[in-house]
């Protein structure tokens, strides 16, 4: 997508419908890559710092594979799931309802709500969950370098951000989440993606997982998405805005090399300029390694890579124990405090890690220690 291209998205874009880079509205391309993928991801939290969610689906319609997993984190203690299952040919693409397992994730009204549920099992949590949107999406591409042969690789879709209500069993804690005291973001992703397959589907490489500078923060008038500015179905301000730049210096704990504290500094498309203080809450992270990011903790499974028959398999970590931060830290989402211009929220900042606190070591532009 050139840079003066743009596409209007519509209630079906939200469907695992698609078969190249483009919306349903865009040109017609279908892609025979074995890395396309089509996924929902999601991230969500309260704003005290107790509980915190990632729940992704994957689709690859040229591998026929479906997978999706869910990550818990109920003050430090942190649980998986994740679920595999071959693809039902002609129908796990159109339907609005994503399944696999025990994880079961629909599309009530496109573009606009969701319903997801995690049944109980030995995994030890599980929840009932609706979403609805509260910033406008538009569609977007970022796309990899020309290549001589194959396909290049690109992630297009949209991003969001929402809140939620239901509830979220964790052992014998239960937390209901009224509309309102629960919010986060989530992006619905498509296209050919580095990395998918593992090594096996990428010349033998293992690829570093994700964009190392994430920050998903809804802020009261704005939605901050990485470099995106998204504003509210109402807002009068057209389209979306952008971030221009971005200057981080940033704290980490000494043993682990893990994210502790940051101040972030952004000048958005408009010449304004906002800085946000950033500290995580306790050890609420949702460590991506257990979502297939980058390998799994045991099973060292990649996106798309499992090709077996249905499968379920779990984990359960303490990550109040830096041994086992260090053995999990990749891409991962912290819960932090967000404090800027005498107001308080909370929001998720998604760095690659070590790779964030290297780049503040080495001096990389726009990287410093706090």
């Known amino acids: 997508m050139t840079a003066q291209q743009t596409f209007e998205l519509v209630a079906r874009d939200d469907h695992f419908v698609h078969t190249g880079p483009y919306p349903v509205c865009g040109p017609a391309q279908a892609s025979s890559d074995p890395r396309f993928f089509e996924r929902h991801w999601n991230v969500w939290h309260d704003d005290v710092g107790e509980l915190l969610l990632?729940?992704?689906?994957?689709?690859?319609?040229?591998?026929?594979?479906?997978?999706?997993?869910?990550?818990?984190?109920?003050?430090?203690?942190?649980?998986?799931?994740?679920?595999?299952?071959?693809?039902?040919?002609?129908?796990?693409?159109?339907?609005?309802?994503?399944?696999?397992?025990?994880?079961?994730?629909?599309?009530?009204?496109?573009?606009?709500?969701?319903?997801?549920?995690?049944?109980?099992?030995?995994?030890?949590?599980?929840?009932?969950?609706?979403?609805?949107?509260?910033r406008r999406q538009v569609y977007g591409a970022a796309w990899g370098p020309e290549v001589e042969t194959g396909e290049r690789q690109v992630t297009a879709g949209f991003e969001?951000?929402?809140?939620?209500?239901?509830?979220?069993?964790?052992?014998?804690?239960?937390?209901?989440?009224?509309?309102?005291?629960?919010?986060?973001?989530?992006?619905?992703?498509?296209?050919?993606?580095?990395?998918?397959?593992?090594?096996?589907?990428?010349?033998?490489?293992?690829?570093?997982?994700?964009?190392?500078?994430?920050?998903?923060?809804?802020?009261?008038?704005?939605?901050?998405?990485?470099?995106?500015?998204l504003y509210g179905f109402d807002d009068e301000r057209p389209g979306s805005g952008r971030v221009r730049e971005v200057s981080r210096?940033?704290?980490?704990?000494?043993?682990?090399?893990?994210?502790?504290?940051?101040?972030?500094?952004?000048?958005?498309?408009?010449?304004?300029?906002?800085?946000?203080h950033l500290q995580r809450l306790g050890h609420q992270t949702a460590y991506m390694t257990c979502g297939f990011y980058g390998g799994?903790?045991?099973?060292g499974l990649h996106p798309g890579e499992y090709s077996g028959p249905p499968h379920v398999e779990w984990d359960r970590f303490d990550v109040t124990d830096p041994a086992v931060r260090l053995r999990l830290r990749g891409l991962d989402e912290h819960h932090c405090r967000v404090t800027y211009d005498g107001r308080q929220t909370t929001g998720i900042l998604q760095p690659v890690e070590p790779d964030v606190y290297e780049a503040c070591r080495d001096g990389a532009p726009g990287w410093s220690f706090l």
Not at 189 to 198: K, L, N, Q, Y
Not at 249 to 274: A, H, I, N, P
Not at 296 to 299: G, K, L, M, N
């Open 160 to 229: 969001g951000f929402g809140r939620l209500e239901g509830w979220v069993q964790v052992g014998e804690h239960r937390t209901e989440w009224t509309l309102g005291r629960a919010r986060g973001t989530r992006d619905r992703h498509w296209g050919v993606g580095r990395g998918v397959g593992g090594p096996a589907l990428n010349g033998g490489r293992t690829h570093r997982p994700g964009w190392k500078g994430g920050i998903w923060i809804d802020l009261h008038d704005v939605g901050i998405w990485g470099k995106q500015l």
């Open 249 to 276: 210096r940033l704290r980490f704990e000494e043993d682990t090399q893990v994210f502790v504290e940051g101040v972030v500094d952004l000048t958005f498309d408009d010449g304004t300029r906002r800085r946000l």
């Open 296 to 299: 799994t903790p045991d099973s």
């Open 54 to 134: 990632a729940v992704g689906g994957t689709w690859y319609p040229n591998l026929g594979r479906v997978e999706s997993y869910a990550i818990a984190n109920l003050r430090g203690d942190h649980r998986s799931v994740r679920a595999f299952r071959p693809a039902r040919e002609k129908t796990d693409g159109d339907g609005a309802l994503f399944e696999v397992g025990p994880l079961r994730s629909r599309i009530v009204t496109g573009m606009r709500r969701w319903r997801h549920t995690l049944a109980d099992g030995e995994w030890g949590f599980s929840f009932d969950l609706s979403w609805e949107d509260t």
